[in-house]
């Protein structure tokens, strides 16, 4: 069975930074592509970043040159480091694991920037 654990997430002051994790179990990250989603109220769950087995990364125009997305093969953990964070940032953000037609979801973790 795939699990996908979040942490990291809480309250931060608009400006600053955080960092979030996932940590895989039942899965090795080595050989999936991984990524961290957003979702707000009253919309559509969105991709933030994403890294794939080749580590080749990619980002949401929004978050571009504020956020890293990396992976740590060896504790089968994927960051998310968030910097520069702005109110729009707030939502729960979700880990997603994809192995060809396979994927799997975080239980999330709400990340809040206040003004």
């Known amino acids: 069975q795939v699990q996908l654990v979040e942490s990291g997430g809480g309250l931060v002051q608009a400006g600053g930074s955080q960092r979030l994790s996932c940590t895989a179990s039942?899965?090795?990250?080595?050989?999936?592509?991984m990524a961290w989603y957003r979702q707000t109220p009253g919309k559509q769950r969105e991709l933030v970043a994403g890294?794939?087995?080749?580590?080749?990364?990619n980002y949401a125009d929004p978050v571009k040159g504020r956020f890293t997305i990396s992976r740590d093969n060896a504790k089968n953990t994927v960051y998310l480091q968030m910097n520069s964070l702005k109110p729009e940032d707030t939502g729960v953000y979700y880990c997603?694991?994809?192995?060809?037609?396979?994927?799997?979801w975080g239980q999330g973790t709400q990340v809040t920037v206040s003004s």
């Open positions: 997603n694991l994809r192995f060809f037609d396979r994927t799997f």
């Open positions: 039942g899965m090795t990250i080595r050989v999936s592509d």
């Open positions: 890294i794939k087995r080749d580590e080749v990364t």
